[in-house]
């Protein structure tokens, strides 16, 4: 905007719009809001390696072979390495801004704290890993 | 109060319309004593050294909503944030995030008001009722559903704390949609349907990421991001409940 003029004719800039390019940088609570957005991205390409197999899998004995020894390869391991990382992150992240994401949960007249729906989260995700890790290492025996 | 023994930095971003195109720093020493709030530090700057420079105060107790500003980057009342908790300094003061600049530490709050008066922010009765007929009840429970929420003293530092609103100014942002929540969640009140509209827009909650900084910063702990996201799941609810066959029919 052009700078205006007021009734008595004095000059003067329009209200200072500050520019928002690089707004994550400038702040550490963004920049973890950054991670938790980036790392959803390792959820979904996780997401997406597991449909593979299951579609392999559907096309018999060789391909669910080859699908397995492809995950065995060293490229997927540390693909894997990486995405847990990511997944670590995300479940982190989002366990942190769960509480404010829900309708306040009243238990005997008393709403549930924060710090212990973070807790549930945290415990249903180690429960559930710690069961999936089990059936996995069952199923090798 | 006792005598001052020690100076502290203060550094104001300076935005003067009629000679600056844009702000600048400007540094002042003062001398300051434990029991002194930043916003003593800029009436110090104003009484004493540079009279020119603007900023909004009124109560100096956390309850106007008037003196918000960006303290070291982060969005502050600045008659609750003591300079002795920011020593050595320097102490650097911005108008808030995401609001255009008027001057100095003075930001538009003209959009605000327009969105705050926009979402009814009063009950609208279910039904008229004549005085005769006695107050209108609520119980502890239904009180506590909307008192975190009515907490909200309109200081705006949860603007200044959204990115979302300001990347996009139009966003209905994280405080008026706070209050918004406050009166479609009270026992009492029957406008709900008149603020769905605009709780239901892409300018509304939808434009909400969950960045959840506007409710670490609000110094009334109404947490904003709480009443914004919960009405993602009314939105949803208020969407999908047209496909319902209607009553009686």
Not at chain 1, 76 to 94: A, C, N, P, R
Not at chain 2, 67 to 88: A, E, V, Y
């Amino acid at each position: 905007m052009k700078p205006q003029s007021n009734e008595s004719g004095v000059r003067r800039n329009p209200p200072y719009v500050r520019p928002m390019a690089g707004w994550w940088t400038r702040n550490p609570f963004f920049v973890r809001y950054m991670v938790r957005e980036v790392t959803a991205v390792a959820v979904w390409i996780y997401a997406l390696v597991l449909t593979f197999g299951v579609v392999r899998l559907s096309q018999g004995e060789a391909a669910w072979n080859g699908w397995l020894d492809a995950m065995k390869s060293p490229a997927s391991i540390v693909l894997h390495l990486v995405l847990l990382l990511g997944m670590v992150l995300h479940v982190h992240s989002w366990f942190e801004i769960m509480p404010k994401t829900m309708a306040p949960i009243i238990v005997g007249g008393e709403r549930v704290s924060a710090e212990r729906i973070q807790r549930t989260g945290w415990t249903v995700a180690v429960v559930v890993t710690v069961l999936a890790l089990a059936l996995a290492v069952w199923s090798q025996s | 109060m006792a005598e001052p023994t020690q100076t502290i930095e203060i550094q104001v971003l300076r935005y003067r319309p009629e000679q600056e195109t844009e702000p600048v720093w400007q540094s002042y020493q003062v001398p300051f004593t434990e029991d002194m709030s930043v916003l003593q530090g800029l009436q110090y700057i104003k009484d004493e050294i540079d009279g020119s420079v603007s900023f909004r105060w009124s109560c100096r107790m956390a309850i106007c909503g008037s003196c918000g500003m960006m303290i070291n980057r982060k969005p502050s009342l600045s008659c609750q944030t003591f300079l002795r908790d920011l020593l050595p300094g320097p102490v650097k003061v911005e108008a808030l995030d995401h609001l255009p600049i008027e001057r100095d530490l003075v930001v538009s709050v003209e959009p605000f008001v327009k969105k705050l008066e926009s979402i009814k922010p009063y009950i609208i009765p279910k039904e008229a009722r004549a005085l005769s007929e006695g107050e209108y009840l609520q119980t502890p429970a239904q009180l506590e559903k909307i008192e975190q929420f009515s907490s909200c003293i309109n200081c705006m530092l949860c603007y200044a704390a959204c990115p979302q609103f300001g990347l996009n100014p139009e966003f209905t942002g994280p405080g008026v949609l706070a209050l918004l929540h406050r009166y479609n969640a009270d026992s009492r009140d029957g406008g709900r349907a008149e603020r769905m509209e605009i709780l239901n827009a892409e300018e509304g909650v939808w434009s909400c990421t969950a960045v959840g900084y506007c409710s670490e910063v609000c110094p009334k702990g109404v947490d904003p991001a709480n009443a914004v996201n919960q009405n993602k799941v009314n939105s949803a609810l208020d969407y999908f409940i047209r496909f319902l066959p209607k009553k009686g029919a």
